[in-house]
C-alpha cells in the first residue's frame, strides 16, 4: 500500500494570486525515506501541512495511509508524526514536560515507546529539566523529534529538519532516520541541501510549486545527458569569465573549488587547456566528473524557465 | 597587508570560554571561510571583529582598528549581511539602499548616483520602488549583499548569506563575492554548506572555542586524506566535547 499519495494537488494563497503547489502527484510507499528537495519559496512546506491536513488543497485529492486529507483528518493526526520547520514545541516547558504532554496526548506514555527515542534522547536527557524556550537549536531540534515520534507514528514528516543545523549533527540525523526506516516507519522530508538528497531512497526536485524530476538519487544523477568537466586554475573568478566565452559551452559556474563547464558531448581537452592559457590562466587542471544533484537541478531549472 | 588580525582572541562568559586563545589573519581582498558546529564560539567571536562585544583577553585589529579602543571606526568600516536579517521589509528598494547609506555617514549626493548605477547593475532599476518584501528572495540576497557593501568598506561579513536559495541563484550570488574581492573588499563568511566552503581561499574551523584548522580547502582535504570539506569538517567536529 502507498502510505502517502498526492494527486494533482495545487494550492494557492492571496485569493489565488500566489500559485504554492502546481498540480503535482507522487506517492510513497511504507518504509520508503522520501526527500523533497528545493529551496525556500518552492512549496514544499505547503505540501506538507495539507499532508498534516492543516490546509486544505485548491484542488486535487490527497491519502496519507489511505485516509483523505479533508475528510478523513483526525485519523491521519492520530497516526502521523510532524515536525515543522519552525520550533513549536512549548517554549515554558522543560524537555520532560514537553515530552511527556505529548505522549499523553496521543494516549501513550514515554515509557512505551522509549526504543524509538532513546538513541536521541540521551543527548538532551541532562537537559531533562530546562525550559524548551532556552535549549540551543540543535537540542530544539532533537526535542522536537522525540516528541514527533513518542507516539510510535505510521508516517514521519520532517519539514527541513536539517536546516541551520551543522554538518555533523546532519550527519547524525540522517543515520537516525536509516535506522527508524527498519522500524517501518515512512519517513517524508525535505531540505534545501542538494547533498542529502543522496540519503534518501527516492526524492522530488521541486522548484516553484512544480516537481523537476522525481526518482531515485541515482536515476536522477544517471538520467544527466550531457557531459561536465570540473576545471580549476590558479584565479577562480577570471576562469569564471573566461569559460563564459567558450565555443562549446552550454552552461559553466562555480561548484566548490571548480568550475563546472557543461558541454553536449565529449570535449577535446587539450584545446581546452590551450583556450583556458591563452586566456592568461595557469595551474589548469580539467577532469570529466559525473554529475551531481545539484548539477542535475540547475540543469532542470534552466530547462523549465526557458 | 592584512584585513584583520586575531592574537589570542579570548572571550569568557563566568566560567565558560566561548573562544578560546584563537590567532588567525585575514589579507586584504581575501575570502575567508569561519567555519565550525552550533555552539564552537564562531558568533561570539565574529560580535568581536564587528566591534559589538569586548574580547576578555588577547588581540585583534580589524581594517587596522583596535577592538578594545575602536569600535566605532571598525563599524564604519565593515559591511554585514545575514540571511535571517539584511532589509527592511517594509521600505521600498530604494529606500533601504537610502537608509543604508546615511547610516553609513553617505550623503544624498553621493547615494543617489551610486544606486542608480548598482540597481542598473544588478538588472533592479525598475524594481526601485517596490517594496522588498515583494522581491524573490533571490533578488532580495543579492540586493542585501549590494546594500552591505554599497559604502565600500574594507571587510564585509556575511553570515550564513545563502541558507535556502537555489542552486542557480546561489552561484550568481558567489560570482558576485569574488567580483567583490577582487576589488580589494575582504569577504567574511560563515556558512553550514561545505561546498560553499570550497568556494574560498582559505578557511578555519572552530571547535570548542578554538581554531583547530586553518588553510585552503585543498590542502585541507589533502591533510585529511579526504575527498570532501564535510569529510573535514567530520573527522574535526565530531571530537568536540561542547554540547552546543
Same mark, same amino acid.
Given at each position: 500500500?502507498?502510505?502517502?499519495?498526492?494527486?494533482?494537488?495545487?494550492?494557492?494563497?492571496?485569493?489565488?494570486?500566489?500559485?504554492?503547489? $502546481?498540480?503535482?502527484?507522487?506517492?510513497?510507499?511504507?518504509?520508503?525515506?522520501?526527500?523533497?528537495?528545493?529551496?525556500?519559496?518552492?512549496?514544499?512546506?505547503?505540501?506538507?501541512?495539507?499532508?498534516?491536513?492543516?490546509?486544505?488543497? @485548491?484542488?486535487?485529492?490527497?491519502?496519507?495511509?489511505?485516509?483523505?486529507?479533508?475528510?478523513?483528518?483526525?485519523?491521519?493526526?492520530?497516526?502521523?508524526?510532524?515536525?515543522?520547520?519552525?520550533?513549536?514545541?512549548?517554549?515554558?516547558?522543560?524537555?520532560?514536560?514537553?515530552?511527556?504532554?505529548?505522549?499523553?496526548?496521543?494516549?501513550?506514555?514515554?515509557?512505551?515507546?522509549?526504543?524509538?527515542?532513546? @538513541?536521541?534522547?540521551?543527548?538532551?536527557?541532562?537537559?531533562?529539566?530546562?525550559?524548551?524556550?532556552?535549549?540551543?537549536?540543535?537540542?530544539?531540534?532533537?526535542?522536537?523529534?522525540?516528541?514527533?515520534?513518542?507516539?510510535?507514528?505510521?508516517?514521519?514528516?520532517?519539514?527541513?529538519?536539517?536546516?541551520?543545523?551543522?554538518?555533523?549533527?546532519?550527519?547524525?540525523?540522517?543515520?537516525?532516520?536509516?535506522?527508524?526506516?527498519?522500524?517501518?516507519?515512512?519517513?517524508?522530508?525535505?531540505?534545501?541541501?542538494? @547533498?542529502?538528497?543522496?540519503?534518501? @531512497?527516492?526524492?522530488?526536485?521541486?522548484?516553484?510549486?512544480?516537481?523537476?524530476?522525481?526518482?531515485?538519487?541515482?536515476?536522477?544523477?544517471?538520467?544527466?545527458?550531457? &557531459?561536465?568537466?570540473?576545471?580549476?586554475?590558479?584565479?577562480?573568478?577570471?576562469?569564471?569569465?573566461?569559460?563564459?566565452?567558450?565555443?562549446?559551452?552550454? $552552461?559553466?559556474?562555480?561548484?566548490?573549488? &571548480?568550475?563546472?563547464?557543461?558541454?553536449?558531448?565529449?570535449?577535446?581537452?587539450?584545446?581546452?587547456?590551450?583556450?583556458?592559457?591563452?586566456?592568461?590562466?595557469?595551474?589548469?587542471?580539467?577532469?570529466?566528473? $559525473?554529475?551531481?544533484?545539484?548539477?542535475? &537541478?540547475?540543469?532542470?531549472?534552466?530547462?523549465?524557465?526557458? | 597587508?592584512?584585513?584583520?588580525?586575531?592574537?589570542?582572541?579570548?572571550?569568557?562568559?563566568?566560567?565558560?570560554?566561548? #573562544?578560546?586563545?584563537?590567532?588567525?589573519?585575514?589579507?586584504?581582498?581575501?575570502?575567508? !571561510?569561519?567555519?565550525?558546529?552550533? !555552539?564552537?564560539?564562531?558568533?561570539?567571536?565574529?560580535?568581536?571583529?564587528?566591534?559589538?562585544?569586548?574580547?576578555?583577553?588577547?588581540?585583534?585589529?580589524?581594517?587596522?582598528?583596535?577592538?578594545?579602543?575602536?569600535?566605532?571606526?571598525?563599524?564604519?568600516?565593515?559591511?554585514?549581511?545575514?540571511?535571517?536579517?539584511?532589509?527592511?521589509?517594509? *521600505?521600498?528598494?530604494?529606500?533601504?539602499?537610502?537608509?543604508?547609506?546615511?547610516?553609513? !555617514?553617505?550623503?544624498?549626493?553621493?547615494?543617489?548616483? =551610486?544606486?542608480?548605477?548598482?540597481?542598473?547593475?544588478?538588472?533592479?532599476?525598475?524594481?526601485?520602488?517596490?517594496?522588498?518584501?515583494?522581491?524573490?528572495?533571490?533578488?532580495?540576497?543579492?540586493?542585501?549583499?549590494?546594500?552591505?557593501?554599497?559604502?565600500?568598506?574594507?571587510?564585509?561579513?556575511?553570515?550564513?548569506?545563502?541558507?535556502?536559495?537555489?542552486? #542557480?541563484?546561489?552561484?550568481?550570488?558567489?560570482?558576485?563575492?569574488?567580483?567583490?574581492?577582487?576589488?580589494?573588499?575582504?569577504?567574511? #563568511?560563515?556558512?553550514?554548506?561545505?561546498?560553499?566552503?570550497?568556494?574560498?581561499?582559505?578557511?578555519?574551523?572552530?571547535?570548542?572555542?578554538?581554531?583547530?584548522?586553518?588553510?585552503?580547502?585543498?590542502? *585541507?582535504?589533502?591533510?585529511? !586524506?579526504?575527498?570532501?570539506?564535510?569529510?573535514?569538517?567530520?573527522?574535526?567536529? =565530531?571530537?568536540?566535547? =561542547?554540547?552546543?
Amino acid at each position: 500500500m502507498n502510505y502517502i499519495e498526492l494527486h494533482n494537488i495545487s494550492k494557492t494563497y492571496d485569493k489565488g494570486k500566489v500559485l504554492a503547489v $502546481n498540480n503535482i502527484s507522487l506517492s510513497v510507499s511504507e518504509g520508503e525515506i522520501f526527500g523533497l528537495i528545493g529551496p525556500d519559496g518552492a512549496g514544499k512546506t505547503s505540501i506538507f501541512r495539507m499532508l498534516t491536513t492543516l490546509i486544505i488543497p @485548491d484542488s486535487g485529492s490527497a491519502k496519507v495511509l489511505g485516509y483523505d486529507v479533508v475528510k478523513d483528518f483526525r485519523q491521519i493526526r492520530n497516526e502521523v508524526g510532524y515536525m515543522p520547520g519552525r520550533f513549536s514545541l512549548y517554549p515554558d516547558l522543560s524537555v520532560e514536560e514537553n515530552l511527556r504532554f505529548y505522549a499523553t496526548m496521543f494516549g501513550t506514555t514515554i515509557e512505551e515507546n522509549y526504543h524509538l527515542i532513546r @538513541d536521541i534522547y540521551v543527548q538532551i536527557e541532562a537537559f531533562g529539566k530546562r525550559k524548551a524556550g532556552q535549549l540551543s537549536g540543535g537540542m530544539k531540534q532533537k526535542l522536537a523529534l522525540c516528541c514527533a515520534l513518542i507516539h510510535k507514528p505510521k508516517v514521519l514528516f520532517l519539514d527541513e529538519p536539517t536546516t541551520g543545523i551543522d554538518p555533523v549533527s546532519r550527519k547524525e540525523l540522517w543515520e537516525m532516520l536509516r535506522k527508524l526506516k527498519t522500524e517501518n516507519i515512512c519517513i517524508f522530508v525535505s531540505t534545501p541541501y542538494m @547533498d542529502e538528497a543522496l540519503q534518501c @531512497d527516492r526524492i522530488a526536485l521541486i522548484q516553484q510549486g512544480e516537481i523537476l524530476s522525481i526518482d531515485s538519487p541515482q536515476a536522477v544523477v544517471g538520467q544527466f545527458d550531457k &557531459f561536465i568537466y570540473a576545471v580549476s586554475s590558479d584565479d577562480t573568478y577570471k576562469q569564471l569569465k573566461v569559460l563564459m566565452q567558450y565555443p562549446e559551452r552550454l $552552461n559553466s559556474y562555480p561548484f566548490g573549488e &571548480f568550475a563546472h563547464l557543461v558541454v553536449a558531448g565529449e570535449l577535446d581537452e587539450i584545446r581546452l587547456g590551450e583556450f583556458l592559457k591563452n586566456n592568461g590562466l595557469n595551474d589548469i587542471r580539467i577532469n570529466r566528473i $559525473n554529475a551531481t544533484i545539484e548539477d542535475c &537541478f540547475i540543469d532542470l531549472s534552466r530547462q523549465t524557465k526557458v | 597587508m592584512y584585513s584583520i588580525t586575531a592574537d589570542k582572541l579570548t572571550k569568557k562568559f563566568g566560567n565558560f570560554t566561548a #573562544v578560546d586563545a584563537i590567532t588567525f589573519d585575514v589579507k586584504e581582498g581575501e575570502i575567508f !571561510g569561519f567555519l565550525g558546529a552550533n !555552539g564552537a564560539g564562531k558568533t561570539t567571536a565574529m560580535r568581536i571583529l564587528c566591534g559589538l562585544s569586548y574580547p576578555t583577553a588577547g588581540q585583534a585589529r580589524v581594517a587596522g582598528f583596535d577592538v578594545y579602543k575602536q569600535q566605532e571606526e571598525i563599524k564604519k568600516n565593515i559591511g554585514y549581511m545575514s540571511q535571517k536579517f539584511s532589509l527592511y521589509e517594509n *521600505l521600498t528598494v530604494s529606500e533601504n539602499i537610502e537608509f543604508y547609506g546615511g547610516v553609513y !555617514g553617505l550623503r544624498m549626493k553621493e547615494i543617489r548616483p =551610486r544606486m542608480r548605477n548598482m540597481l542598473e547593475t544588478l538588472g533592479l532599476a525598475g524594481e526601485a520602488n517596490k517594496l522588498v518584501s515583494s522581491l524573490p528572495l533571490g533578488w532580495k540576497q543579492k540586493l542585501a549583499f549590494s546594500t552591505a557593501i554599497f559604502h565600500e568598506p574594507r571587510i564585509v561579513f556575511l553570515d550564513e548569506p545563502t541558507s535556502g536559495v537555489d542552486p #542557480v541563484t546561489r552561484r550568481q550570488f558567489w560570482e558576485m563575492i569574488y567580483e567583490a574581492a577582487s576589488r580589494g573588499i575582504t569577504v567574511f #563568511v560563515t556558512t553550514h554548506y561545505m561546498d560553499e566552503a570550497e568556494y574560498c581561499n582559505r578557511i578555519s574551523l572552530m571547535v570548542d572555542g578554538r581554531i583547530d584548522a586553518l588553510d585552503a580547502p585543498a590542502n *585541507l582535504k589533502k591533510q585529511f !586524506g579526504v575527498e570532501t570539506m564535510s569529510d573535514v569538517f567530520y573527522a574535526l567536529a =565530531r571530537g568536540a566535547k =561542547r554540547n552546543e
